[in-house]
């Protein structure tokens, strides 16, 4: 299991402290040390949504100065991801299951059975 995200993020914080406390076992990847590969945010959109996965409330968002903003599809979704990571909503787990985005104290101990 892989857990995206950026470690000074908060809610990363929080889904790191609670899969350290359940004593899940992850690999941590961050966005802006680690880098992002095409593919693989390809892969989470096979099982969520590419609406689910951009954040439109954070600060790299407002800030972001793109006339594709107001025309979103898929394809800018992704070209602006790509070139933004804070713009991915945090954190997102990726499991042989597919992937979880955000974090939620009830949705993860569902989905690892804690």
């Known amino acids: ?21 359940n004593g899940v076992e992850y ?17 989470w959109l096979q099982s969520v ?12 968002w407002r ?8 025309k979103l599809n898929q394809a800018v979704a992704v070209e602006l991801m790509l070139a933004n990571p804070t713009l991915i909503k945090r954190p997102v787990v990726e499991t042989d299951k597919g992937c979880l985005v955000g974090f939620k104290e009830a949705d993860f101990a569902d989905q690892f059975g804690k």
């Open 27 to 43: 690999q941590f990847h961050d966005f802006r040390q680690d880098g992002l590969e095409k593919s693989t945010l390809e892969g």
């Open 1 to 21: 299991m892989i857990l995206f995200g950026i470690k000074n993020c908060d809610t990363v914080k929080k889904a790191r402290r609670w899969l350290d406390d």
């Open 49 to 60: 949504k590419w609406e689910t996965l951009l954040n439109k409330r954070g600060t790299t």
């Open 63 to 70: 800030k972001l100065d793109d006339p594709r903003k107001d």
